[in-house]
């Protein structure tokens, strides 16, 4: 089959997103002079492309797929397949918002408020809509950056992105509305999704990736306990399904093994101690499907 035209985020997401595809099991090779970054698969052409224009190239058919955020393609408006949400991101793995904010002491407080008033942001379309759809007609000026610090002298307000609201709040902004909450989505074209052996490859790749950031969280854990105490160890373990229970040479004791959340370790560990459990491994998982 032709090559899958594979989008990588260029930018915040760059790193992070070789990342999840190397505990995939793709080794991306990213170069600062080039565009199409090496990936040791033969069934797959990546380029670089910044988030803010992946939907269109998506939606256009000029790649077959790629990864961006929610938000960008509700702000170009493309048609495409969203074929997963994948939580991740520069850093963090919470959601991102867009949000209306205006400076602490301003007299505006709903969007009703911004009638004939002046907005800077980047997503111009998104924010445009916004208005439209509230019945407001304002001046929506595209931010070439540090829109935070526009307000008042530069704008009334500003749409812009956030996880925590810090950078708004130390630039003295108030959030008055949210207008999309984003996460990372894995788009492929229309045209592509119909292609039958691209889609399967399309699908196998949403698979991994979602299998990697479902272990992230998570650890594994193996134990080795006494069958006349195994119901009470068992009825501690938070469990992502029954836990496996296997046999030992000892006819008294059995192996349990399970998967848990990562940030109960510390407190589960020494419970099962106190209750018996011996030869207790804690180990990392690489992927987790469903």
Do not use: H
């Not at 702000?75 to 918002?97: C, F, T």
């Amino acid at each position: 089959m032709p090559l899958l035209q594979l989008g990588i985020p260029k930018g915040s997401l760059q790193e992070s997103t070789a990342a999840i595809f190397q505990k995939a099991g793709w080794n991306i090779s990213i170069s600062s002079r080039s565009y199409y970054p090496s990936i040791d698969d033969e069934e797959i052409e990546c380029t670089l492309i910044r988030a803010q224009e992946m939907a269109r190239y998506v939606g256009e058919g000029i790649l077959d797929c790629g990864l961006t955020g929610y938000d960008w393609i509700v702000e170009s408006g493309a048609d495409v397949v969203e074929v997963s949400e994948l939580i991740y991101g520069k850093v963090g793995r919470k959601p991102l918002s867009w949000v209306l904010a205006v400076p602490e002491d301003s007299d505006i407080s709903s969007v009703k408020d911004l009638e004939g008033k002046r907005i800077a942001t980047e997503a111009v379309g998104m924010t445009t809509r916004y208005l439209e759809e509230n019945g407001v007609t304002a001046n929506v000026e595209f931010s070439w950056g540090a829109t935070e610090v526009k307000p008042p002298k530069l704008a009334d307000a500003i749409v812009e992105i956030t996880e925590t609201g810090s950078s708004l709040r130390a630039n003295n902004l108030k959030i008055i509305d949210t207008l999309c909450t984003s996460t990372t989505r894995f788009i492929a074209s229309k045209e592509a999704w119909a292609d039958e052996r691209k889609r399967s490859k399309i699908e196998n790749i949403a698979l991994l990736l979602t299998a990697v950031l479902d272990a992230e969280s998570k650890v594994g854990l193996m134990m080795n306990v006494r069958k006349d105490n195994m119901q009470e160890i068992i009825d501690q373990l938070p469990a992502l399904r029954n836990p496996t229970i296997s046999s030992l040479v000892d006819d008294e004791w059995v192996a349990l093994s399970t998967i848990i959340e990562e940030t109960v370790v510390r407190e589960l560990i020494p419970q099962l101690k106190e209750l018996g459990a011996e030869g207790i491994v804690e180990y990392p998982l690489n992927k987790i499907v469903e």
